[in-house]
Each structure stands twice: as C-alpha cells, then as structure tokens.
C-alpha cells in the first residue's frame, strides 16, 4: 500500500513530502486560529526567501545573456573579413565628423535666445543624460535627414 491509501499525507516516491505539499501543511497551519501572528511572520519569511530567489536566478540570467551577447558579438567580429571591418570603421568616422559639422553649424545659427534656453535646459537635465542623448540624436537624425532631401 501506499502512503496515501494508509491515510497519510503524500509523498515523493523517496518518502519526503513534496515542495508543493509542504507549502500546503504551512498555508494550512496559517489558516489556524492559533497560528495567527507566527504564520504572518512565516508568511513574510517565505515572500523574502522568494524575492531573494528571484532576484538571484535574474542576475544568474542577465550574466548568461550578457555572456552569450559577448561571445556572439566576437564570433561575428571573427567572420566579418577584414575590408569590411575597414569600410565600417571609415563609415563611422564619417557619420562623427558629418554630426560634429552640423552641430557646429546649428550652433552658429541658433540665435542667442534659443541658444540660452538650451544651455539652461542642459543644466537642468543634470544627470538625466539619457533624455538629453534621445533629444540630441533625434535632432541629427533630423537635421541629416533634412539635409538629404535638399541634396536631391
């Protein structure tokens, strides 16, 4: 017979309850009027354990997904030829000089009102670099774009 035809609790094929029966017998012994503040604390004990948990297995993720990223960033570096390595790197320097040019030149024609309010807005940003990066390349984006169409 097994344990459950004798009228005992469940149990894994090696006799030791399984995770989900034990946490069964502890919500039960919470639900018990004499239980009270002990399975609260219980209760809050097991939502820690829980959060520490979760937390460890995101981190042990993130570090494999940042891993593999990394692994698979140099694997595509290694089968890129090199002329092409070449070509990217001369583009990018490019895409540099043509952006530093047209910041120069909306600086040169921004008028100095605008050009005041900017500078305070940038120091209001302080350390929240990331609307003010968005907010740039928008702006590049932009200003290139407009800069092609007039070039056609």
Do not use: C, Y
Not at 4 to 21: C, F, K
Not at 47 to 68: C, L, N
Not at 123 to 135: D, I, V, Y
């Amino acid at each position: 017979m097994t344990s459950q035809q004798d009228g005992n609790e469940p149990s894994s094929p090696l006799g030791e309850p399984t995770e989900a029966e034990g946490t069964l017998s502890e919500a039960d012994q919470a639900d018990e009027p004499s239980a009270g503040a002990d399975g609260k604390t219980k209760a809050k004990e097991k939502a820690a354990a829980v959060r520490e948990h979760t937390i460890a297995k995101a981190k042990q993720a993130t570090a494999q997904v940042r891993e593999k990223a990394g692994h698979t960033a140099e694997l595509a570096k290694s089968r890129t030829p090199e002329p092409l390595l070449h070509t990217a790197a001369q583009t990018a320097e490019h895409v540099r000089d043509a952006a530093s040019r047209a910041g120069h030149l909306a600086a040169d024609k921004t008028p100095d009102a605008v050009r005041e309010k900017a500078v305070r807005a940038a120091h209001g940003a302080g350390s929240k670099w990331t609307p003010l990066l968005s907010a740039g390349i928008a702006l590049l984006v932009f200003l290139l774009l407009r800069r092609r169409r007039r070039n056609r």
